[in-house]
C-alpha cells in the first residue's frame, strides 16, 4: 500500500501542494485530476524522491521511499525524458539496468513489450527518428519494465490516438490485476471515467474532493434534462432549482440542480400539449469537475 500523509511543498510564497493525504491500495489504479498548475508534478516528484517536501511523509508498504527502492517503482515523466541519440533498445537497456535488472531479462521483456506495443521494428532505431506517439510508448516501456509494486504516470496518454490510449488502458488494467498500484494523472475526464476505480482531484495544491467514481457522483446532485415539445421557456424557467436553460435546436437542455428539480420539471412539461422527449442524464465526471473548480474560482 502507498501512503501520503500531510505533504505540502511550497516554491517560494506559491503552496504548490497543501496538506494533501490519500493511500492507494495494491492492485489499485487511482487517477489525480486536476487543471494545470494544480500540483500532480509536484506531487509525483516527491513521492518518488525526486523533490524533498516541506512536510509530510510517503510510505510504500510502511517503508519511508528512498533510493533502495528504485526497482519497486516506475515513474512516467510528463515531460520526455529519453535520450534522443539513443537507439530504443540502448535506451530501455539504460533505464531497465538503473533499476537492477539483468542483461538477459531485460532482452526478453524489451522484445515482448515491442511486440505488444507493435514497434518491434523501431528497436535498433534512433530514439529522436520516432514520432512522438512511439517515444511515448518508449518511456512507457522504461516506466514499467521492471514489474513496479507503485507504477507513476503522469500524463501517460498524451500523444498517442485512441487506439493506442485503449491499449495502454488494457496492459495498466492488466499489471492493476497483478497487484500493481497505478496512480495516474490527467486532464482527460473521459480516461479517467473509463479507468480509475478512485481518484482525486487537485484545486490549488489541496485535494477538494476524492473517492470513487460511484460515489461522487451519487454525492454530486445536479443532473442535465433534455426535452423537446411545446414547453414554455418562460415557466420552466421560473421553477426553482432550474440554474440553467439552454435551447440546442429543437431541444432545450436544463441544468437543475437535483432529482426533486427534475421531479417538478417533470410535473410542469407533463401537462404540455406536445412532449416529444423527455430525457435525464445524471452529470459526467466533466460536469462535476468543471463545476468543482468553478465553485472555488469564484470564492
Ligand atoms: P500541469 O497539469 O500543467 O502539468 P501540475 O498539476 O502538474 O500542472 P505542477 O507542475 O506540480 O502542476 O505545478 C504546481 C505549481 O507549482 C504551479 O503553479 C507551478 O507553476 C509551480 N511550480 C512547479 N515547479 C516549480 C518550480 N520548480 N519552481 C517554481 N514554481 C514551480
Not at 524533498?52 to 510502511?62: F, H, K, T
Request: aromatic share 8%; charged share 30%.
Amino acid at each position: 500500500m502507498l501512503k501520503v500523509s500531510h505533504l505540502s511543498k511550497s516554491y517560494g510564497d506559491l503552496k504548490a501542494v497543501d496538506d494533501l493525504s490519500f493511500e492507494v491500495q495494491d492492485g489499485e489504479i487511482y487517477g489525480l485530476l486536476g487543471v494545470n498548475g494544480a500540483g500532480k508534478t509536484t506531487t509525483f516528484r516527491m513521492i518518488v524522491g525526486l523533490l524533498q517536501p516541506d512536510c509530510g511523509e510517503v510510505l510504500l508498504n510502511d517503508k519511508k521511499i528512498d533510493y533502495s527502492m528504485a526497482s519497486q517503482i516506475g515513474f512516467l515523466t510528463e515531460e520526455r525524458s529519453l535520450f534522443t541519440k539513443m537507439t530504443v533498445e540502448e535506451q530501455v537497456y539504460y533505464f531497465a539496468r538503473l533499476k537492477g535488472m539483468k542483461k538477459k531479462e531485460i532482452s526478453i521483456e524489451l522484445d515482448q513489450w515491442l511486440t505488444r506495443l507493435e514497434i518491434q521494428e523501431y528497436k535498433n532505431k534512433r530514439i529522436k527518428e520516432l514520432s512522438k506517439g512511439n517515444q511515448q510508448k518508449i518511456q512507457f516501456i522504461c516506466a514499467l519494465i521492471h514489474h513496479p509494486k507503485l507504477l507513476l504516470l503522469d500524463e501517460p496518454f498524451t500523444g498517442l490516438d485512441p487506439f493506442n490510449v485503449t491499449v495502454l488502458m488494457s496492459i495498466l488494467k492488466e499489471l492493476a490485476r497483478e497487484g500493481t498500484m497505478i496512480i495516474f494523472s490527467s486532464h482527460r475526464m473521459e480516461h479517467v471515467e473509463v479507468f480509475c476505480d478512485r481518484l482525486l482531484i487537485l484545486v490549488e495544491g489541496k485535494n477538494i474532493l476524492s473517492g470513487t467514481l460511484k460515489s461522487i457522483k451519487e454525492d454530486f446532485q445536479k443532473k442535465k434534462i433534455y426535452l423537446s415539445g411545446k414547453v414554455s421557456f418562460k415557466q420552466l424557467k421560473s421553477i426553482e432549482g432550474v440554474e440553467s436553460i439552454e435551447k440546442k435546436g429543437n431541444e432545450y437542455v436544463l441544468e437543475v440542480a437535483s432529482s426533486k428539480v427534475v421531479k417538478e420539471v417533470f410535473h410542469i412539461v407533463k401537462q404540455s400539449e406536445v412532449l416529444d422527449k423527455f430525457m435525464v442524464e445524471d452529470a459526467s465526471l466533466n460536469d462535476i469537475f468543471v463545476s468543482k473548480v468553478g465553485e472555488l474560482k469564484h470564492e
